[in-house]
């Protein structure tokens, strides 16, 4: 990225306009997705337009990060647009493909039951997430909660992701989870449940993508905090 484009984007103020892209992009996706397979069990698919949207607004987010940033910030905040990587790659189901078992099963490092470069592999990926996760706490805690009893739209929006993520949670397999209670669901109310919860979990990029953007305003000032 060149100073320029550096220098006119942190300048610009709050480039909302990457939302409006952001929504253009994920509504075509669902819109096709709807038109060739229907609205029904096809649209929560793995390869749905729902589940490649989640996981394209990840990467475009961690892009509008960078994108809206000067390098100093690259090094010094790396961990934000890593987590939003890794998050893309979770929604890819890249956890499971990258090895044999899965890198978050514990059979992996346990048991002979894969490769040892398998496990390797496995252990280089839960460091890295590991290191990307202490250095969100370590450097982004006070700032976070500083922002918070500011009242700032970014660190209100961390928290409307994460609250997508809870509500996602508890919605994913509600038929299952009612049954002991003699609660069944039929077909149509069990679709509208996993539709439900896919939109749910678009809605956490969207919701990372307004902290990025709406933390732009001061980015010039200071290199040290990790959101802006």
């Given at each position: ?5 550096r220098?006119?984007?942190?300048s610009a103020?709050?480039?909302w306009?990457?939302i409006i892209w952001?929504l253009?992009g994920?509504?075509f996706l ?9 609205f029904?069990?096809g649209?929560?698919r793995?390869?749905g337009?729902?589940?490649i ?6 990467a475009y987010?961690a892009i509008?990060?960078?994108w ?5 910030n ?6 934000v ?7 893309m790659?979770?929604e890819f189901?890249?956890?499971?493909k990258?090895?044999?078992i ?13 490769p ?9 990926a839960?460091?890295f ?7 969100l706490?370590?450097?982004g ?6 922002g ?6 970014w660190?209100?929006?961390i928290?409307g992701?994460l609250?997508f993520a809870?509500?996602?949670?508890a ?8 049954a ?5 669901l039929e077909?149509?109310t069990?679709l509208q449940?996993?539709?439900l ?6 809605g ?13 305003t ?5 290199s040290?905090t990790?959101?802006?």
């Open positions: 990225m060149t100073d320029d484009r220098d006119h984007a942190s103020g709050h480039p306009h990457l952001a253009a994920a509504s669902i819109a096709v997705d709807i038109w060739t397979t229907g029904g069990p649209l929560v793995e390869t337009g729902i589940e949207a989640s996981a394209l607004l990840y987010a509008a990060w960078l809206t940033r000067p390098g100093e690259w090094k010094t905040s790396w961990q647009p890593a987590i939003m990587l890794l998050m790659g979770r189901d890249l956890d499971k990258l090895t044999s899965g890198v978050l099963r514990s059979d992996l490092y346990l048991t002979d039951m894969a040892v470069l398998d496990r390797i592999l496995g252990l280089i839960l460091a997430v590991a290191t990307v996760a202490i250095r706490v370590k450097m805690a006070k700032e976070f909660v500083a918070l009893r500011m009242r700032t739209l660190a209100w929006s928290v992701a609250a809870i509500l996602s949670k919605v994913d397999g509600i038929g299952r989870k009612l002991p209670f003699g609660i069944t077909s149509g069990s449940m996993v539709i919860e896919e939109l749910l979990e678009l956490i990029p969207l919701m990372l993508l307004v902290a990025v953007i709406s933390s732009t001061r980015v010039t000032r200071s040290r990790s959101f802006r």
